[in-house]
């Protein structure tokens, strides 16, 4: 009789545990990745927003200088810091989200068991990408939010609903779940007949221009060290050498290599490549190898 009570108990545990909702534990770092800029009231209000809601939170700045509106580059930046913090993260992203009845807003918990609260316009591309779904959830229940609908602004939405996942609040409290969340058309590292293709994912300060192909994408596609690349890229074809870093070549030459992020980067030596030729995030390129 006890054996078949204690068997009863465990059972009863088991099925409580598997039908719990998803939660945050309580005290989890929220990290802010913006592009509201450094010399806005969203960054500093957000924070108030945020602490107001949760006083003990403790709170990360990776970036607010992401471009306005810059979407993909967003996209790569948030994924690329993600991919450095452990699990038992929230980051809570603004890029290209101004407030709008259109907008939806969505709670991302991924297979690494970090969690990001983010408008559903493409933001969350890279992330679900390299880290998968576990849950997704729209953000509609209004009766999280302290004050009235025409005051809630993309950064009180972000802020608040991050702050209180922050404190321990479960996740399918912000809404019900969902799937098929916005995607970037990105095109992905890819050989076809030869020809190297991919997309730049992001322009740095210097303007060199990051793309998504790997080392082990070139070394597949035959590229080394020394050789003459053609690069097509926006109507553009232009001859580089694959060198090892800016010096490689002349200055003002273009030279292509693998970066330490095992991206491979069009440069130009002492000089902005994505000025040059006119380049933005997303742009497509297509890298053959010249034959002597």
């Given amino acids: 009789m006890k054996k078949l009570a204690l068997v ?134 209004k009766e999280l939010y302290d004050r009235p609908d025409n005051l809630l602004s993309s950064h009180y939405i972000l802020g608040r609903i991050g702050a209180l996942i922050a404190s321990g609040r479960s996740l399918e409290d912000v809404g019900p779940e969902v799937s098929n969340p916005i995607m970037l058309d990105i095109q992905k590292s890819e050989i076809v007949d030869g020809t190297l293709k991919g997309s730049v994912v992001f322009i740095d300060h210097f303007g060199s221009c990051l793309t998504n192909i790997s080392s082990a994408d070139c070394a597949q596609a035959g590229l080394a060290v020394g050789d003459t690349l053609q690069v097509t890229i926006n109507g553009n074809t232009i001859s580089a050498m694959f060198g090892m870093t800016y010096s490689s070549v002349a200055v003002g030459e273009a030279v292509v290599f693998i970066n330490s992020l095992d991206s491979l980067q069009l440069s130009l030596n002492s000089a902005s490549f994505a000025s040059a030729y006119n380049l933005n995030t997303g742009v497509k390129v297509e890298i053959t190898k010249l034959i002597p």
């Avoid at 009231?41 to 709170?59: A, S």
């Avoid at 407030?99 to 807003?105: I, K, P, T």
């Avoid at 918990?109 to 990408?129: R, S």
């Fill in 8 to 141: 009863v108990l465990i059972t009863v545990l088991l099925i409580s545990f598997i039908g719990c909702s998803p939660s945050a534990k309580a005290g989890m770092p929220v990290v802010l990745l913006t592009d509201y800029g450094n010399d806005d009231y969203r960054v500093p209000r957000m924070k108030g927003i945020i602490y107001n809601t949760y006083p003990d939170v403790e709170i990360i700045d990776a970036t607010h200088g992401i471009t306005g509106m810059d979407i993909a580059t967003g996209a790569y930046i948030l994924d690329l810091t993600a991919k450095e913090f452990p699990a038992n993260v929230i980051f809570v992203a603004g890029v290209g989200s101004p407030a709008s009845e259109d907008v939806q807003y969505l709670v991302l918990l991924t297979n690494k068991d970090q969690i990001f609260v983010a408008a559903n316009n493409g933001l969350l591309t890279n992330v679900i990408n390299d880290m998968g779904i576990k849950k997704l959830y729209s953000i509609t229940n």
